[in-house]
């Protein structure tokens, strides 16, 4: 053979290796979506964290199960966002990776109080994971501020377990959906909870999470991708209306056992039963949870992937929800911060997980491609009168020396913002894309 005809022949080779990929990726692709798509039962694990400032326990508490999976089914082996902790479902024989979601706990808040230095305590947490069809392995891991691990777990799951908690017969609260773009094996679903109202004002509290809802997708880039969610309002009845203020001593019959001063700090309110909040939504589809206090009280929190929770009755509740749901929803930081508190909340040799703030230690990671080409001031200087400029602001995240924003006001920062900065909304949408696309 010629060197002309080999070359022609390898040539040819290659061109039919590369035909031969082709058709087999859009296979394996199609598959993989099968797989993916096969998830029919929910595996709810229950776990109980406990711990002090100085160390941190895992156990498992219960394993339950409920028809459907209205969770993700993109890109389940995989995380946009790094988080405090994450978990992770491997088939046991394979290791493959069936699913896996990153969280942050309020456990992990609490052990950097002042309480924790002194006291041991355990926190509910709960997790959703689609159903294995065959036995498997579920990891549990939490990290510290520098993105260290401190603690993991790993367990098994039979499917078959005779002990799985079968949730398919358990009450339906009843329930409305204000926002429905499509079957929740497609969208991105949020459930909205009572919390504090009694049966007798169940239709005042469809009217406020329908505020909830328009307030949230008046805001981009929920706008922009409003067909890609469900909102579904749950009148989960409380025997008290309002819910528990500790500092003046009310304490309220309530769905979920709310109350302020979470950490003795006053406007932080937060629900430690997290099993009770699951139970009430076993037989709605749900991956997200927005818990509405019937309470003109000021306050509220947003823990990633875990809930957010607010007052609905207070002036300022839409742009609060708004706010929160950043956090609980996308793991956005607050961009507000204090002139001596939390001083040391973020290290300056570790580059935050979350998206919307920065040590500079990776800043190339965050909005560095947003910035002018010319050169920018670091920390760029406050100016009143271009406050939609992109710089690297320094005060967030709590601490007003060495983490920067990316814009003077954002939506994470006050309530007085009409919107999420270009740095948040792009943020939303990587992870709204990472959960439909």
């Known amino acids: 053979m010629s060197p002309i005809n080999k070359k022609l022949h390898m040539l040819r080779f290659i061109q039919a290796l590369a035909l031969a990929a082709l058709c087999i990726a859009p296979q394996t692709n199609a598959l993989k979506a099968l797989a993916q798509n096969a998830a029919t039962r929910t595996l709810r694990v229950d776990y109980d964290f406990s711990g ?7 156990a498992l508490s219960e394993l339950c199960s409920f028809n459907g999976w209205a969770g993700r089914r993109l890109h389940t082996d995989s995380l946009l966002l790094h988080g405090n902790g994450d978990i992770t479902l491997c088939d046991a024989a394979t290791q493959r990776v069936l699913y896996k979601q990153s969280f942050s706990t309020l456990f992990q808040e609490w052990q950097s109080t002042e309480e924790a230095t002194r006291l041991t305590r355990s926190f509910e947490n709960t997790f959703l994971l689609p159903m294995p069809t065959d036995s498997a392995e579920v990891t549990v891991q939490l990290y510290d501020m520098q993105q260290r691990p401190t603690v993991s777990f790993t367990h098994k799951v039979n499917p078959h377990d005779i002990l799985i908690r079968n949730l398919d017969n358990s009450p339906i609260p009843p329930h409305r959906y204000l926002h429905r773009s499509g079957s929740a094996t497609e969208k991105i679903d949020v459930a909205i909870v009572a919390e504090g109202y009694t049966a007798q004002q169940a239709e005042l509290f469809y009217a406020d999470a329908q505020k909830a809802v328009n307030a949230i997708l008046s805001h981009e880039p929920f706008k922009h991708y409003a067909d890609r969610f469900n909102f579904v309002a749950v009148a989960a009845e409380s025997k008290d209306s309002d819910v528990s203020v500790p500092l003046e001593g009310k304490w309220r019959n309530t769905a979920l056992s709310s109350h302020f001063s979470t950490f003795y700090s006053d406007r932080y309110l937060t629900t430690l039963h997290q099993r009770d909040l699951h139970n009430l939504l076993a037989r709605i589809p749900y991956e997200h949870i927005i818990i509405l206090a019937n309470t003109n009280t000021y ?37 507000y911060y204090y002139d001596d508190q939390y001083e040391n909340y973020y290290s300056p040799d570790t580059e935050p997980w979350e998206q919307n703030i920065t040590t500079l230690r990776h800043f190339a990671d965050k909005w560095q491609d947003l910035l002018p080409a010319k050169g920018t001031k670091i920390p760029t200087p406050l100016n009143a009168k271009k406050m939609d400029k992109i710089g ?24 007085e913002c009409k919107a999420f900065c270009p740095v948040c909304q792009r943020a939303l949408s990587r992870l709204i894309q990472f959960y439909t696309e």
């Open 52 to 58: 002090n400032n100085k160390e941190q326990r895992i």
């Open 299 to 335: 306050g509220g929190g947003g823990i990633f992937n875990a809930y957010t929770l607010t007052t609905s009755h207070h002036s300022k509740f839409e742009p609060v929800v708004v706010h929160e749901f950043g956090h609980s929803f996308a793991g956005l930081a607050d961009e």
């Open 392 to 415: 690297v602001y320094e005060g967030g995240g709590y601490m007003s020396k060495g983490v920067y924003r990316a814009f003077q006001d954002c939506r994470m920062k006050t309530n």
